[in-house]
């Protein structure tokens, strides 16, 4: 062995112990543990005890600034006075989407199992990136993974990982396509992605990271809901053809960020197969409908051909409400998410032998990562699935129940009836300019804060939409937001 690369002798038994001393300061006693976790769990049941009325947003565009000036120093605050700058300027600023009364973008989770499947992580951090370091870690997650697969209606081939979001999940879909359709150099340039307008922008997004920004993207026409208009996609697919062009990937959304739509995924698997492109299907937001069963036949009709997909994405921290930072990406071959992912090192040599197992950092581009399995695993096993499929049914009724609802108030126009659990619509006032006015509605709204709905542009209009995403959200909820709505466009001002 080399020698030392230091002259220093070794420091005295009291500079070591001193330190010791200090260091002990990050693993405290049994009691000290019990009393900080203790006032942590109290301040826990204090938020969500006042959660039912508390606003869907804090309007306090300054707050968070005693967060600034509060630096990071030598002797810390301590865990009371840390308490109180998080309830005062994170917890009461911003958006709230734990609140049952927020309906804008979609809505988050923050499942109250998923907090102590948290806590559980963090505390054991076990090694959840290779099955050799945890394998029981690893097993869990990929099992998490199984479970989404038969959801989709893949076969035994599929394999997939947790991931800290739709967008890196879509990302991670992207570049495994790149790589199973040999798109590199030249062959980029002369390789289409077929995409429509209500596509979520991360998957532009992603195609740059990827490399891919020079491809053709072809933005294919929507019919009068918004859907992949499939005699569209087929014209172009054979016009690219004829053109000496090559179809790479088509992605479709199951539920649109935008509208809620679901694209119509069997005749564009149709197509995909039939020009052999790879058929991603963007399910951030919808693919866990799936799990609705009878009581809502139609979308598990609409969902159904997501089995025939390349790839799929779901977010578990939108539709299965556990905390963000969960998304998950299924690939019908998991081989073609080895070919990428998989390497080698020789400080890796130890973790080779783990049996069957995949790792998730042979799948995944990850290594050392969150042990994000545990959050959605423990809510998964202590309610069971009947009350996710509950929640979720009840937010799809909750949505035609809006849709309905407001189209009987006076002046307020609706858009297609839901696909899922987003409605679009708006107010038409007497006079004046709808897009004005609907804008200055959404602004009196937010910054009222009891309810929370976002708006978007559709067809060039202004337009709000409703998302009935949150799990605590329920009938009065919606039938609050009507009236809020009802109100606040009556007492507004036309111009
Ligand atoms: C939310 C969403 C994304 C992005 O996912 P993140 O988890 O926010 O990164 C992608 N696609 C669709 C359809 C979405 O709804």
Redesign the pocket.
């Known amino acids: 062995m080399p020698s030392s690369g230091s002259d220093q002798p070794p420091a005295s038994r009291d500079v070591i112990s001193d330190l010791e001393s200090a260091a002990r300061r990050l693993d405290p006693g049994p009691d000290e543990r019990r009393q900080a976790a203790d006032r942590v769990s109290e301040y826990i049941h204090e938020y969500l005890d006042r959660l039912p009325n508390a606003p869907a947003r804090f309007d306090r565009p300054d707050g968070g600034m005693a967060i600034r000036d509060s630096p990071i120093s030598e002797d810390g605050i301590g865990l009371e006075a840390a308490l109180g700058l998080i309830r005062e300027n994170v917890d009461t600023v911003g958006l709230n989407p734990t609140s049952g009364r927020f309906f804008g973008y ?1 809505p988050g989770g923050g499942l109250f199992g998923s907090g102590l499947g948290d806590w559980l992580a963090a505390t054991t951090n076990r090694y959840s990136g290779v099955t050799f370091a945890s394998p029981g870690a690893v097993r869990m997650e990929n099992m998490l993974i199984d479970w989404m697969a038969r959801l989709i209606g893949f076969p035994d081939t599929a394999g997939g990982y947790l991931a ?7 990302q991670t879909a992207i570049v495994t396509a790149r790589e199973a359709k040999g798109v590199e150099g030249a062959e980029v340039e002369r390789s289409v992605v077929y995409l429509t307008e209500h596509t ?1 922008h ?2 532009r997004k992603a195609l740059r990271i990827a490399g891919l920004r020079t491809c053709v993207h072809r933005v294919v026409p929507v019919d009068d809901r918004f859907r992949m208009r499939v005699d569209a996609l087929e014209q172009a697919l054979r016009q690219d053809v004829k053109n000496g062009l090559k179809p790479f990937l088509i992605v479709a ?5 935008n509208t809620g739509t679901v694209d119509p995924l069997g005749p564009i698997a149709d197509l995909a197969s039939e020009y052999d492109a790879w058929y991603h299907v ?5 693919g866990f409908f799936r799990l609705c069963g009878e009581s809502c036949p139609e979308t598990v009709d609409l969902l159904e051909p997501m089995s025939h997909a390349d790839s799929v ?1 779901m ?1 578990p ?2 539709t299965l409400f556990v905390p ?1 930072g969960t ?1 998950a990406l299924i690939v019908r071959d998991r081989r073609r998410l080895l070919e990428v992912h998989s390497m080698d090192a020789d400080y890796m040599q130890d973790t080779r032998s783990a049996g069957h197992e995949d790792s998730p950092a042979d799948l995944s581009p990850e290594l050392t990562k969150h042990f994000r399995g545990l959050r959605l695993w423990l809510p998964l096993q202590m309610h069971g699935v009947a009350a996710f499929r509950a929640a979720l049914s009840e937010k799809l009724h909750l949505a035609r129940y809006f849709h309905r609802r407001i189209g009987e108030v006076d002046g307020f126009e609706t858009g297609p009836e839901p696909d899922l659990s987003v409605v679009t619509f708006r107010y038409v006032p007497a006079e004046g300019d709808p897009d004005d006015f609907n804008r200055r509605l959404v602004e009196r709204l937010q910054r009222d804060g009891r309810i929370f709905l976002s708006s978007t542009q559709i067809d060039g209009r202004f337009t709000l939409r409703l998302a009935a995403v949150c799990f605590r959200s329920h009938r009065e909820h919606v039938d609050e937001v009507i009236d809020i709505l009802r109100r606040t466009a009556i007492n507004l001002p036309l111009s």
């Open positions: 979609i800290a979001g739709g967008s890196l999940a879509n979520h991360c998957i959304s199951a539920g649109t960020t963007d399910a951030a937001y919808g994405v977010d921290h939108k963000y998304g």
